[in-house]
Every structure is written in structure tokens, then in C-alpha cells.
């Protein structure tokens, strides 16, 4: 067992820990949850979870970190407030050894995701504050906030602007509508299902954004196919209409979600599903770009580490016999976060000073320049991967992911093309 974990945090899981919503989801249908600061958790499914557990040792550098399973249930407190707590599983306490329980909220600390009153989530009430936004920018004549609410919920592109002051990062983890959907509709799924079975495992994971002050994050649909081999025809049929109709089979990719922070305006952007499916091949393009654009300019330096890893990936992936990671996303995360540039004639240890001091409306008379950059590329969703090692599967398919690696293909050469054009 890790230092980390006592008996004080063995016992104080062992009680149940609250599950907040996860602010950097942007895209698939199954809720993420935080289950602490480097940990989140989703619902088990059992293929995914034999795919961790099976995981190719050189393809763990492209997948999160996988941290074990909890029993997840629904409950209400004396006030009537809706949460998820977290439960080691029964006899269970192996996965703890690998997980820092020293930020989880204890269960005693609820989160007031809901009221019974009102059945309003906190979620809603955070949207509702962006239908007040939106008809304040685009100076909307007064409409009744419940017919911007339902505009709201089907828009695909949004902009929301964060305050000057206060903390970016902690801001962030509270607007995302994507995230608030899924919270939203895994709430009710078990609070319909608590009368009958309120106990449901949820695998934990690596929290990838971690590591990012103001994560930006992409979310990648890959491959030319997307259903299962298990797919019913209904199924089959609705997922190969949508790869015909969208980027997936002509590049071998499509935009399942984007979220960018745009130092340039103070702006979020969030780009959901539905219009990714909607883009041409130049619209997928124009897309990137703007992932990759802060509002003032291009993070150029962010494009040689993510073709390397790209580049990489694909090699790992072509020595993969019998692999198909069909509906399986690729996320692109780097940060958010830039400092200033001092002026060029300045002294070489004022950057090392810099280094240490964050970008604030003080320094805008410098231009401006990202430090030196993280970025990282990893395969997530995995509820319909397939491999000849699961063995129960009837059908075994033979050498690579084809659809896959032409889609990794496809964006390699297009953030490359980004690259070329923007020039120097």
C-alpha cells in the first residue's frame, strides 16, 4: 500500500466518497465523474474493462493509467440532494494501493447537485447563467429564458466568457456543456433504476488533464467504421450512415468534441458531436486550426510533439495483430495556459524569471509567447474493441486496424499541412 494510504484513508473511503462532475468531458455518451484530483471514473462496461486489463504493455503510453474498480450508488441526503458515492467493492480493498484518497470529498460533504424541490441540477442553473451571457453578447430582444434554454441545449458551437478576475482553470471545470449533459442524464438513469438495483461498478482512470493549469482538449472519433461486431442492424445501419455523412469515410476521422480556452478574448469555446459531424474535409480542417489558435495566434510549437507522437502511435498500432478499436476516441490535450514574452533586447534571466509568474492584463503591452509546451496524445472508449485474445468473440479478425491507421494518417497530414501554411 502506496504512504498515501493509511488506515485513516482506507477507513474514510471505505465510508464512501462523493463523485463530482468532471468539468473537461467533451465528448461519447457515458458520464465521466472526478473521483479525485487525478482520478475519474465511468460506468463499467465489459469489454472496456478487459481491454485495460489485457492492455498491450507498449500501447499503455497512449491509454490512461487503469486504477481498478468501485461499487457506485445513488443517494439522497436528508435535504433531498442528489449524488454518487463511491464504495471500495465488497472484500475489496486491492485497487486502493494505487490511489491518492487524500482530495476526495468525504461523503458527510455533499454536493448539492440537486434539489428535490425544484429537480433543478446545479448544472441547469450554470446553463441558465450562459442564456443570460448569450442574450447580453448577441443583444437578444427579451425572450422567456425557457425558449433560450432549449436553444441552448441544442447548440453546437458556444463561446462563454470567463471572468478577468479569479482563477481560469477552476472556472473551467464548471461550463462545460457537454459534461453537464452527460451528469445530468446519468443521474436520472439511476435514479429511475435505485428501486430496483442501486449498486453499479465504475472503472477508475488516469484523469488526463490533471497535469493542465487550462486544459484544452479534443476529442477524435477514429476510423473509417464505427459499430460493433455486436451491433444489431439497426445499429450497424445508424453507424454507417453517419460515417458516410461525415469526415469518417473520407479521412478516417471526424470532431466528437473540442473544448479550447482563447486567451486572445477570455473565451471558451465548446464544439459538440453533432457538429463535428456536419464538417467537410476543409471544414476539419479550419476546426484544427482553431483548436490549436489561442485568439491571438497559432501554438505552432504544439504541432512537432503532436505529429511525433501521432507518428508513433501509428507504428505501435500497425504491430497490433487482430486489433479493432471500432467507436474508440483519440484525445489531444495541451494547456491553455501562456506567459508573457519580455522585449528582445531584455536580459536572458528575466525569461527564467517568467517562468515562474502567470499571464495577467499587466503584461499586455509584451507580445506574447507560450512556455515550453506539453501535449498528449491518448486512445480512450474502448466498448467495442475487439482482439482474437478476448476469445468468447465469434468473429476474429486478422492484421490491423486499417480504418484506424488511415485515420491517424489523415490527421497527421492535415495538422502537418496547418503547419506548412502558417508558416514561420
Known amino acids: 500500500m502506496s504512504p498515501a494510504f493509511g488506515a485513516m484513508e482506507v477507513e474514510h473511503y471505505a465510508k464512501g466518497v462523493l463523485l463530482e462532475p468532471f468539468g473537461h468531458q467533451v465528448g461519447g455518451h457515458s458520464c465521466v465523474l472526478r473521483f479525485n484530483e487525478s482520478t475519474i471514473c465511468k460506468p463499467l462496461i465489459q469489454r472496456e474493462h478487459q481491454f485495460y486489463e489485457t492492455l498491450p504493455t507498449e500501447m499503455r503510453k497512449f491509454t490512461p493509467q487503469y486504477k481498478g474498480v468501485v ?26 494501493d494505487s490511489i491518492d484518497n487524500s482530495d476526495c470529498e468525504p461523503k458527510n460533504k455533499l454536493l448539492r447537485w440537486a434539489n428535490k424541490k425544484t429537480h433543478l441540477l446545479e448544472t441547469e442553473k450554470i446553463t441558465k447563467e450562459w442564456v443570460r451571457q448569450h442574450r447580453k453578447e448577441e443583444k437578444i430582444k427579451s425572450h422567456k429564458l ?20 479569479g482563477n481560469v482553470s477552476s472556472q473551467m471545470k464548471h461550463h462545460n456543456p457537454w459534461s453537464m449533459k452527460c451528469h445530468q ?3 436520472q438513469r439511476m435514479k429511475e433504476n435505485a428501486k430496483h438495483r442501486n449498486q453499479h461498478k465504475f472503472i477508475l482512470l488516469e484523469n488526463l488533464t490533471s497535469r493542465y493549469q487550462v486544459p484544452c482538449v479534443l476529442d477524435l472519433k477514429m476510423g ?7 451491433a444489431s442492424e439497426e445499429k450497424k445501419a445508424n453507424q454507417i450512415r453517419k460515417c458516410q455523412q461525415s469526415t469518417s469515410a473520407v479521412i478516417g476521422v471526424r470532431v466528437c468534441g473540442m473544448q479550447v480556452y482563447q486567451t486572445g478574448s477570455g473565451q471558451l469555446m465548446f464544439m459538440n458531436k453533432y457538429h463535428g459531424r456536419k464538417l467537410s474535409v476543409q471544414g476539419f480542417k479550419e476546426a484544427l486550426y482553431q483548436f490549436f489558435h489561442n485568439g491571438r495566434y497559432l501554438r505552432r ?15 505501435v498500432l500497425e504491430t497490433q495483430e487482430s486489433y479493432r478499436f471500432y467507436s474508440s476516441s483519440l484525445l489531444i490535450i495541451y494547456d491553455g495556459k501562456e506567459l508573457p514574452e519580455v522585449a528582445v533586447d531584455s536580459d536572458p534571466e528575466d525569461l ?4 515562474e509568474e502567470s499571464s495577467d492584463e499587466s503584461a499586455g503591452a509584451y507580445a506574447y ?3 515550453v509546451s506539453t501535449v498528449d496524445i491518448r486512445m480512450i472508449d474502448f466498448a467495442h474493441t475487439t482482439c482474437r485474445h478476448y476469445g468468447e468473440d465469434s468473429i476474429v479478425h486478422e492484421g490491423q486496424d486499417t480504418g484506424y491507421i488511415f485515420g491517424l494518417q489523415s ?12 508558416g514561420e
Open 71 to 96: 461499487s457506485v450508488s445513488f443517494e439522497e441526503d436528508e435535504d433531498g440532494n442528489l449524488c454518487l458515492i463511491a464504495y471500495p467493492l465488497k472484500g475489496d480493498h486491492g485497487n486502493l
Open 146 to 165: 425557457e425558449e433560450e434554454f432549449e436553444w441552448l441545449k441544442s447548440s453546437e458551437v458556444l463561446y462563454y466568457s470567463l471572468e478577468k478576475k
Open 185 to 187: 442524464q446519468q443521474l
Open 224 to 230: 473509417t467504421r464505427q459499430h460493433g461486431d455486436d
Open 301 to 315: 510549437e504544439l504541432f512537432e510533439p503532436i505529429i511525433k507522437k501521432l507518428t508513433e502511435l501509428k507504428s
Open 352 to 355: 527564467e524569471d517568467l517562468s
Open 369 to 371: 509567447k507560450p512556455a
Open 411 to 422: 490527421l497527421i497530414d492535415i495538422i502537418t499541412e496547418i503547419s506548412d501554411e502558417s
